[in-house]
């Protein structure tokens, strides 16, 4: 691997994102590391904690409102320049040091799609069962009209190759989109694997933001985003 953009979409994440900072740059990583922070229009103390701690990160933007996580990958993916794109929540869900592991799929296995998967792992927190479920469902509801064997599509940790993924046929600006995302990845990536990754949900109380209705969302993409690669 020669470089990675990490992309770091913020949402009134005042409470984490400067560990998860400091996580990653203690990862020891030989490729070239390009730290990208999207500011979703974050109203609590999350701007000033970033601006204050610019030795972390290589880029940022900071946006006025709050527009969407998807909005804030979109404005990310348009600022990266490097070879590999990996996605990271500013929360404390996902441990950063779990990306040594896709590197190393990539490296061994020519890789261009590796997806995490919290369901494989040895070990993680309780998830909530009607999560849980939902995953399960659109995961099998996303591997039958993809044909492909997903475990967990919605966890949070992807890297794949920039080139495969064209920026401008992205539409989605909510939770839909990592399923759209996902769609012309399966398509266009040569390799695909899945690596089990550490998981430490976090509770509503402790700023979980998504809700059982964002299902429905995500359905709509999967279908709309499968239809629109069958006609071209």
């Known amino acids: 691997m020669s470089s990675i953009s990490i992309i770091i979409p913020v949402y009134n994440e005042e409470k984490t994102i400067l560990k998860i900072l400091e996580r990653i740059d203690k990862i020891k990583i030989k490729s070239k590391v390009e ?8 109203t ?5 904690i970033i601006e204050q701690n610019f030795q972390y990160y290589q880029k940022v933007k900071h946006f006025d ?21 990996f996605l990271q929540d500013a929360d404390l869900e ?33 998830l909530h069962f009607w999560h849980m479920l939902g995953n399960r469902i659109i995961t099998f509801v996303f591997n039958v009209l993809n044909n492909t064997t997903f475990t967990d599509i919605y966890c949070c940790y992807c890297l794949f190759e920039r080139k495969n993924l064209s920026i401008e ?17 399966a398509l266009n990536s040569n390799k695909i694997c899945e690596v089990a990754v550490s998981y430490d ?7 979980k933001k998504i809700k059982f209705y964002h299902a429905l969302d995500v359905f709509y993409w999967i279908i709309i985003t499968k239809l629109k690669t069958l006609i071209k």
């Open 169 to 185: 046929k992205l539409k989605s600006l909510g939770w839909g989109q990592q399923a759209e995302i996902l769609t012309y990845l």
């Open 94 to 126: 996902y441990d950063p040091n779990d990306l040594i592991h896709f590197i190393n799929i990539v490296e061994k296995n020519k890789a261009d799609l590796i997806m995490g998967s919290r369901f494989i792992a040895d070990k993680r927190s309780v």
């Open 44 to 48: 609590d103390n999350s701007k000033n």
């Open 35 to 42: 730290i990208i922070i999207i500011n979703d229009g974050s």
């Open 65 to 85: 409102q709050n527009s969407g996580k998807g909005k804030a990958v979109i404005e990310g993916l348009k600022i990266s320049t490097c070879d590999y794109i």
């Open 201 to 207: 949900g976090r509770k509503y109380s402790e700023g």
